[in-house]
């Protein structure tokens, strides 16, 4: 399994715990935080899983999740998407976009730890 992951967060503080949590679980973390260039930042790292902030300056998540899944060489690429929205219909605008899972903010260490590696695992078996 890749273990490099992309997170697109623009609130630093809530990058630096979770790329600390991540870290801490093998994975090789890369930040990004602003929305409006975040597919560039994507096609040049190409990582194996991308965390994907829904409120971002520039450009929101669930924009930038729609292109994505438009583009042949990022169709199948593993998202979580994550958010201080936890209504439903958020959650299911994400997934009928083509998000792998979504996780709500606040959200446990063990949570975000665990979601991430079943995102992973599941984009493998789609075969990226």
């Known amino acids: 399994m890749g273990n490099r992951v992309l997170l697109v967060e623009d609130e630093i ?4 715990a979770i790329s600390f949590i991540l870290s801490r679980d093998g994975w090789e973390v890369s930040g990004h935080g602003n929305g409006a260039t975040a597919l560039e930042e994507i096609a040049r790292l190409k990582p194996d899983v991308l965390v994907l902030d829904v409120m971002l300056p520039g450009r929101s998540g ?19 998407m994550l958010t201080a929205k936890g209504q439903s219909k958020d959650r299911d605008l994400a997934l ?33």
């Open 13 to 16: 503080n809530i990058f630096e």
């Open 96 to 128: 009928s976009l083509g998000a792998n899972a979504y996780l709500t903010k606040p959200f446990s260490n063990a949570e975000m730890v665990e979601t991430l590696r079943r995102v992973a695992e599941d984009g493998q078996k789609a075969g990226t």
């Open 62 to 80: 669930l924009d930038i999740l729609r292109e994505l899944r438009g583009q042949p060489e990022t169709a199948q690429l593993p998202v979580l």
